[in-house]
């Protein structure tokens, strides 16, 4: 792990850094492709980048481990994966910008329809339209009070049947169960605590679900809920705390956002797509010193399993490479924050692929960015948590350590 | 880090190891010169050992961190860089063979002329003739008493303006800034602390200081002095202690003495080149069973921005390898303590090569002794404090680990 003594030779200056993420873009060779989705695109910006860069390839977490999103780019940024691994809730919160606090427990919402003996019928309330689930969340705000109990909480809608909802408290806690059977037919399931600490929580939890379902009793469609991936939120350093850095996060996607957010960046507005994600880095070069680049796309088209999807939204992202590159960056960045092979449909284990680009890096003999090829790298392969160092040595952003 | 659980399995043997340190010999690319300054020397000996050898990449502290000399040779010789940071005062005082106990503070002086009103004129009193500082320090020992606060004071000349104070008594602590205002036309700083313990000091420093002034006060020159890099001693365990090994340091600049004396290994009488130098591993191959030769020219020329000359000290040292390889040591390991790429004309973080040769190693493809080459090494890519494992390893000189 990035040893917390090394902040103390963070120095800063003008250089600028840009660390573009293609989520997922790890991959396998499919059956007939000739290679790794990377192996098989045409990227000639990318391969005239690597040939001039150091390379390597990274370990998210640890070797044979598949990170989620979060633990992902947690390691990206220099945080370590296994002590800094946030709940589900607090990455909803986060991503719609939910200004968290240290007293917070985050839980995902999905809005659901009960028949009138409470059996769920529909665990998404019919794909909620997102006007609908705003007017509920503001009915549920206006009505719910758990003031009695020494609680604040916040009810926001996201997307579709989609909410958050954050509880505000002293010594509050996220270890409980998700109310989610995960089937219809059956009643949401009542709360359940993992932890003393969480047995806590259960008349809490228990007093706003009772008021709750009064308020939607009159609900066409969202009727009842279910909440999923309770979380308390333990807030962490920001990278400007730890690198001394100004961070601007360009990712559309709200759970990227949220990440973003909790480590301290601030958020472009959301853009068109990766062109204009792209151009917003140099509409904004001056005043950041840390650009984080998120192209979503390319983990999708793999969650689909569409190899040549895939391939294709990388071929995209190398010839928009050049509205990047021509910024000339002090320290340019490409990886990601985990595998999506096509053949897996999921996220998986395997390493990525890292290219570091700076004046003074160590050039070896790698001419072309994929998984194989950038095993010969100078960075061998390492934990992605080891990643923000090289970065800020490479934007001569640390002092030497000991005399 | 090298577990002490492992000291446990150390055997003796009549094995004898050259352990050679070519300072600062990592580097990087120069425009125009066609690679790394390892890359561009022709070192036939070093290469055809290269291609008997296994081979790797080494990082001294942690990927991204620059290594000052002693965090890099306290990785080279198995000592945790992170926890053994031992300071400028002591690696001065242990640089000209004073015996340092675990009471003692060190401090690194400078001697220093100030006008009437006691704003600094010269922070090097004109760099001090050497004698003239030997004359002021036996001056001011036989005055500056300190006992009355219980504590003994050492003060010993290095050269030219330099000197090196001890202080030794009971809970003393380092934690104060340096007294160097780094420009002239100020007087010199007053003590500060960093820590409650440093404040403990304050009295002591400033009745040394008080004393100090009055004693000087006829000197043409040396009329004040600026108190620098105070530091604990922390005596480590050598490794004579730790690996059964007696050990000789070939090295002819002081701190390179001071660490090697500090590890416990004896030192052989400074000598007047590197020939010199591989000769003295001969003279003595009998009576020691490590040997640390240490060569610093690697080092100055890549300080100075020299990408030739320290081409040449690189060919210089290859030439002359068959001094040392002609004494067919069981174990030879070649390797460096940290790059200084004569482009950034200074230390850096990026990683350094390792040769380790012996009867057993496993032979790799590596051909020539190089960053780049070096990648592809059977040893990989690792932190520098397994090395010593490995060098002992191959020396026969650790037992099996476990039933």
Chains 1, 2 share one sequence.
Request: proline share 6%; with cysteine.
């Amino acid at each position: 792990m990035w040893p917390e003594v090394f902040e103390q030779l963070v120095v800063k200056n003008d250089s600028k850094i840009i660390f573009l993420v293609l989520d997922g873009v790890g991959g396998l060779a499919m059956e007939g492709k000739g290679g790794t989705e990377l192996q098989v695109a045409r990227t000639p910006n990318l391969d005239a980048l690597a040939a001039k860069s150091s390379c390597g390839v990274f370990d998210l977490v640890y070797p044979g481990i598949t990170p989620g999103s979060g633990p992902g780019h947690f390691a990206l940024f220099g945080y370590d994966p296994l002590t800094c691994n946030i709940g589900r809730g607090v990455l909803e919160a986060a991503g719609i910008e939910f200004k968290l606090t240290g007293k917070d427990v985050a839980i995902r919402v999905n809005f659901a329809t009960a028949d009138q003996q409470g059996n769920l019928i529909d665990r998404r309330a019919g794909r909620l339209d997102t006007e609908e689930n705003k007017r509920v969340c503001a009915k549920l705000r206006q009505r719910i009070h758990l003031h009695a109990m020494g609680v604040d909480v916040f009810i926001e809608p996201v997307k579709e049947h989609r909410a958050a909802v954050v509880f505000r408290g002293e010594n509050l806690s996220g270890d409980l169960e998700d109310t989610d059977p995960q089937i219809t037919g059956v009643p949401p399931k009542a709360p359940k605590a993992t932890s003393p600490e969480g047995e806590r929580m259960i008349p809490l939890v228990t007093a706003f679900l009772e008021q709750a379902h009064k308020i939607l009793a009159d609900e066409p469609k969202a009727n009842t809920m279910l909440l999923r991936g309770f979380a308390k939120f333990h807030p962490y350093k920001t990278m400007t705390e730890r690198y001394g850095l100004k961070c601007l996060a360009v990712a559309n996607y709200p759970m990227y956002r949220g990440i973003a957010n909790i480590l301290g960046m601030e958020l472009n507005p959301i853009t068109e797509n990766i062109k204009t994600q792209f151009e917003a880095v140099g509409e904004n070069f001056k005043k950041y010193d840390f650009f984080f680049v998120h192209v979503k796309y390319t983990d999708s088209r793999g969650e689909d399993g569409d190899f040549d999807a895939k391939v294709k939204v990388i071929e995209e992202v190398d010839s928009l490479l050049p509205i990047l590159t021509d910024l000339h960056p002090d320290v340019m960045v490409v990886t990601a924050d985990h595998s999506t092979p096509a053949v897996l449909k999921a996220h998986s284990w395997h390493p990525v692929p890292v290219l570091l680009h700076a004046k003074y890096v160590r050039v070896d003999e790698v001419k072309a960015f994929n998984e194989i090829a950038c095993l010969a790298g100078a960075l061998g392969q390492q934990p992605m948590v080891n990643l923000m160092p090289l970065v800020l040595a490479n934007a001569l952003r640390l002092q030497k350590y000991g005399a």
